[in-house]
Nanobody, 114 residues
Framework: QVQFVESGGGLVQPGGSLRLSCSAS????????MRWYRQAPGKERELVAA???????NYADSVKGRFTISRDNAKNMVYLQMNSLKPDDTAVYYC????????RGRGTQVTVSS
């Protein structure tokens, strides 16, 4: 059974940093690209960052230069380092396997507020 558990969210002031983690299980992790999506209240789900099975990364323009996606295939983990956070980054963040149309995990809440 494919499962994802996201963690690391919280309340942070503008300009602060957080590191999100996603633990994956139930599939051959190293063979799949992984993505981080986010969804804010009243808004559509947004692709934030992606990393291929080979480690190639891509980012939404809104987070480029501030966020970094990485993966550890030995641990079946994917991470999202978020720096210089802004109030607009407030959302629930989900990790998603390439090929999945919607998140399977509960996500982790990130709130950026003073």
């Amino acid at each position: 059974q494919v499962q994802f558990v996201e963690s690391g969210g919280g309340l942070v002031q503008p300009g602060g940093s957080l590191r999100l983690s996603c633990s994956a299980s139930g599939f051959t992790f190293g063979s799949y690209g992984m993505r981080w999506y986010r969804q804010a209240p009243g808004k559509e789900r947004e692709l934030v960052a992606a990393i291929s099975s080979g480690g190639t990364t891509n980012y939404a323009d809104s987070v480029k230069g501030r966020f970094t996606i990485s993966r550890d295939n030995a641990k079946n983990m994917v991470y999202l380092q978020m720096n210089s956070l802004k109030p607009d980054d407030t959302a629930v963040y989900y990790c998603v396997k390439a090929g999945d149309s919607s998140p399977r995990g509960r996500g982790t809440q990130v709130t950026v507020s003073s």
